[in-house]
């Protein structure tokens, strides 16, 4: 590890979740000093409202419909999580001496001035709201971005899951990438691809994601601390995706055996 690695502070800044904590404390494995600014999750109604002037209600309604059944699996799931958690030694819980500042939201002026006040050498965003153009031009270090998904290709939501049904089991993975204005549009520093294993469903694929995804978070911050922000052209096409309808999920499930 260089020096500015082991002595710049990092922040993390997250809603959290068992897949999240498994990379924050891979970071804090390796990192003197991590900060984790926790925000509070948007709420469902809100963002269900501003996707349905965007994509219709009945599809929202259908997404709705979806995120019921992914819940209800994530409960039925809890043995093959544990499985997962097992096989790749994760820790899903915050440390108990982990740094974790609470705010609102990380477009809050909280957030701002916990940034302001720790004064990192990187900020990793992994599954918060996206930043707002202010929120971005008010912090003076490189912000990164860890998203489930291949992108430019799976920009949004469900990555792992579209590239299944899309019959694209290669770009099973996610990426690190630059942060800009627009939703998963940054420069990309790094892609990790895997596969998904037996028994696993939309519920736990970020739990796989993350687990594959762990070393290559750890390395691209040390890159970005000393200076190295690498990025490249994956030459992919952009698209980006929403969840699943629930007729949609459902029937691709039987048909195909992609849950």
Same mark, same amino acid.
Request: proline share 6%; aromatic share 8%.
């Given at each position: 590890?260089?020096?500015?690695?082991?002595?710049?502070?990092?922040?993390?800044?997250?809603?959290?979740?068992?897949?999240?904590?498994?990379?924050?404390?891979?970071?804090?494995?390796?990192?003197?000093?991590?900060?984790?600014?926790?925000?509070?999750?948007?709420?469902?109604?809100?963002?269900?409202?501003?996707? #349905?002037?965007?994509?219709?209600?009945?599809? +929202?309604?259908?997404?709705? @419909?979806?995120? %019921? &059944?992914? !819940?209800?699996?994530?409960?039925?799931?809890?043995?093959?999580?544990?499985?997962?958690?097992?096989?790749?030694?994760?820790?899903?819980?915050?440390?108990?001496?982990?740094?974790?500042?609470?705010?609102?939201?990380?477009?809050?002026?909280?957030?701002?001035? #916990?940034?302001?006040?720790?004064?990192?050498? +990187?900020?990793?965003?992994? @599954?918060?709201? %996206? &930043?707002? !153009?202010?929120?971005?031009?008010?912090?003076?270090?490189?912000?990164?971005?860890?998203?489930?998904?291949?992108?430019?290709?799976?920009?949004?939501?469900?990555?792992?899951?579209?590239?299944?049904?899309?019959?694209?089991?290669?770009?099973?993975?996610?990426?690190?990438?630059?942060?800009?204005?627009?939703?998963?549009?940054?420069?990309?520093?790094?892609?990790?691809?895997?596969?998904?294993?037996?028994?696993?469903?939309?519920?736990?694929?970020?739990?796989?994601?993350?687990?594959?995804?762990?070393?290559?978070?750890?390395?691209?911050?040390?890159?970005?601390?000393?200076?190295?922000?690498?990025?490249?052209?994956?030459?992919?096409?952009?698209?980006?995706?929403?969840?699943?309808?629930?007729?949609?999920?459902?029937?691709?499930?039987?048909?195909?055996?992609?849950?």
């Amino acid at each position: 590890m260089n020096e500015a690695a082991d002595t710049a502070p990092i922040v993390v800044v997250t809603e959290g979740g068992g897949h999240i904590w498994a990379i924050v404390n891979a970071i804090a494995d390796h990192f003197t000093s991590v900060t984790v600014i926790l925000e509070t999750p948007v709420s469902k109604w809100s963002l269900l409202k501003r996707r #349905a002037r965007r994509q219709g209600w009945i599809s +929202v309604l259908g997404q709705i @419909g979806t995120m %019921v &059944l992914v !819940r209800l699996g994530k409960r039925f799931g809890t043995a093959h999580a544990e499985e997962i958690v097992a096989e790749y030694n994760l820790k899903t819980e915050p440390k108990p001496d982990q740094d974790i500042v609470h705010v609102p939201s990380a477009n809050a002026p909280e957030t701002i001035e #916990a940034i302001a006040d720790i004064k990192p050498g +990187v900020v990793l965003l992994a @599954g918060c709201r %996206v &930043l707002t !153009r202010d929120t971005l031009a008010a912090i003076p270090c490189p912000v990164i971005n860890y998203h489930a998904g291949v992108n430019p290709k799976y920009r949004g939501m469900n990555g792992a899951y579209w590239a299944l049904v899309n019959n694209d089991a290669e770009n099973f993975g996610t990426t690190v990438h630059v942060v800009d204005a627009g939703v998963d549009t940054g420069a990309v520093l790094r892609h990790t691809r895997g596969m998904p294993g037996r028994g696993d469903t939309i519920s736990s694929y970020p739990l796989r994601q993350a687990a594959i995804s762990r070393d290559a978070c750890v390395d691209v911050i040390e890159k970005v601390m000393a200076g190295r922000i690498e990025p490249f052209d994956p030459g992919l096409p952009s698209q980006i995706w929403f969840h699943p309808t629930l007729w949609f999920y459902v029937w691709t499930g039987i048909r195909r055996g992609i849950w």
